[in-house]
């Protein structure tokens, strides 16, 4: 791969005034063969095969970072969903496996651990119901493990019953937790059609399809979109949309170059770069902002969701060109928490939890770091769910919900999550009860253009 003067400066620029950075190096780590009916044993067997495997990671990420002057803001890891392992144990809670695991990110030093996950998109297992059950606590009394529960895909349909207790798990989550630094449902997602090789957190997980261990990384440039959509101010959309697609492709370059490096120093593949526009609190570095740099008074504004179509099309068909490795979610994020001009979006009252959901039909995700008043019942969370997992199933896209009741709180006041996270007002919800519906249980089936054999 060789960059011309014009590219490395370029590159520079967007380093130093715009703020790109590999949002994350995430190196997927398979436990299958941790599993042991001896729950004690097998928890020795996780922690010795993680801090064997990614023993190196954060020093390979520091290293690149200070060898080629690429910010490598969060080391992860992602691990195979846990139900899948500890269903061998004897064990009538998992909250040891999150244990064990939180141990091993804070000696390693990675930001986040994901993975205490179940895929219930058809049926739930004794296991998968255990890890369930256990992550109320779980996510408690631990803080670098995230969660995520696979609830639906478009070959299977939704599985309501998953949906229904997820929804009393968010409420539990959210009460036990309401003490703690960073509440629990903020590490917590339920998922439809769930990648296997996300590097993002909270949602990443190792696949049972994906190999003993493999580097995926995360690239996030809404600095860089935003200024190049300002460099086409006035002009037509198309060709506003050509300038995204180009400067998608000078990030996805970047990228490669890191995953690849960081593959070969750690001894595993490198499998995936995720092109996502993942916003952070921090001024500049907002999807929202890029939407009304489009043209759109408030993010919200009618438009808003045909602006966000192009510009998650435009991120894809950049990085597709630059890289054969492109993967996991890649696209737009819109969490609410994490992005400042979201954030205020809401407090001026030029978006709601339902354009929000709109967004969702053409973005990468779904309805992401979203703060709900703290009475919402459970089986109100467990509709808003099912809407969003409905959009998934349906057009064939991953779709997630990442919603935190905040206890003790009405819409319009303001919850901090601290950090990465950041904060935001809490959001109305429609109080209409969806209480009948969510208590029938059983399973959406399949589209019918889930037929593709």
């Known amino acids: 791969m060789i960059f011309s003067p014009v590219e490395i400066e370029e590159t520079v620029n967007m380093f130093m005034k715009q703020k790109l950075d590999i949002r994350c190096i995430t190196m997927g780590i ?83 651990l994901g993975g205490f996950s179940a895929l219930v998109q058809k049926g739930i297992t004794r296991a998968d119901k255990i890890l369930i059950d256990s992550i109320p606590e779980a996510l408690a009394t631990t803080d670098c493990v995230c969660s995520s529960v696979n609830v639906g895909t478009t070959k299977n349909g939704i599985n309501m019953d998953a949906v229904k207790l997820m929804g009393e798990t968010i ?14 449902c903020a590490k917590l997602v339920v ?57 998608a492709f000078k990030i996805t370059r970047m990228g490669q170059m890191v995953g690849t490096e960081a593959a070969k120093r750690l001894n595993t593949r490198f499998g995936i770069l995720d092109l996502s ?62 992005d400042e001009g979201m954030i205020n979006a809401v407090k001026q009252g030029s978006i709601c939890l339902e354009k929000l959901e709109a967004m969702t039909t053409v973005c990468s995700v779904g309805l992401d770091m979203i703060a709900i ?9 467990s509709g808003i ?26 819409a319009g006041e303001w919850v901090e999550f601290g950090g990465l996270l950041g904060g935001c007002p809490v959001i109305d919800v429609n109080t209409f009860s969806c209480a009948d519906f969510i208590n029938r249980g059983g399973r959406i089936p399949a589209p019918i253009h889930s037929f593709r054999n």
Do not use: W
């Not at 896209?397 to 935190?404: N, Q």
């Open 171 to 184: 409420k539990k989550t959210a009460e036990y937790s309401k003490d703690c630094a960073i509440n629990g």
């Open 30 to 112: 398979s436990l299958l063969d941790c599993a042991c009916e001896d729950s004690k044993r097998a928890n020795q067997k996780i922690y010795d095969k993680i801090m064997k495997t990614a023993g190196n990671l954060v020093k390979v990420g520091q290293d690149i970072e200070k060898e080629f002057g690429v910010p490598i803001i969060n080391k992860r890891i992602s691990v195979t969903p846990i139900a899948l392992v500890a269903g061998a144990s004897n064990a009538t809670s998992y909250v040891e496996y999150c244990k064990t695991l939180d141990k091993c990110a804070k000696e390693l030093g990675v930001n986040f």
């Open 373 to 381: 008043p703290g009475d919402t019942p459970a089986t109100t969370i």
């Open 277 to 338: 526009l993942a916003p952070t609190p921090a001024v500049g570095d907002s999807v929202a902002r890029i939407l009304e740099e489009i043209g759109l008074e408030g993010c919200g504004a009618p438009g808003t969701t045909a602006a966000l179509a192009m510009l998650t099309d435009m991120v894809k068909k950049g990085g597709v060109m630059a890289s054969t490795n492109v993967g996991g979610l890649s696209g737009a994020f819109i969490p609410v928490s994490e």
């Open 191 to 247: 998922f439809t059609n769930a990648p296997e090789d996300n590097p993002f957190m909270a949602g990443a997980f190792h696949g049972p399809g994906e190999g003993e261990s493999v580097i995926n990384v995360g690239v996030s440039g809404p600095g860089v979109i935003l200024a190049a959509a300002r460099e086409y101010k006035g002009k037509p959309i198309n060709e506003l949309a050509d300038g995204i697609k180009k400067m």
């Open 385 to 410: 769910m099912a809407d969003e997992m409905a959009i998934g199933m349906v057009n064939n896209k991953t779709t997630a919900v990442r919603l935190i009741p905040a206890p003790g709180k009405k």
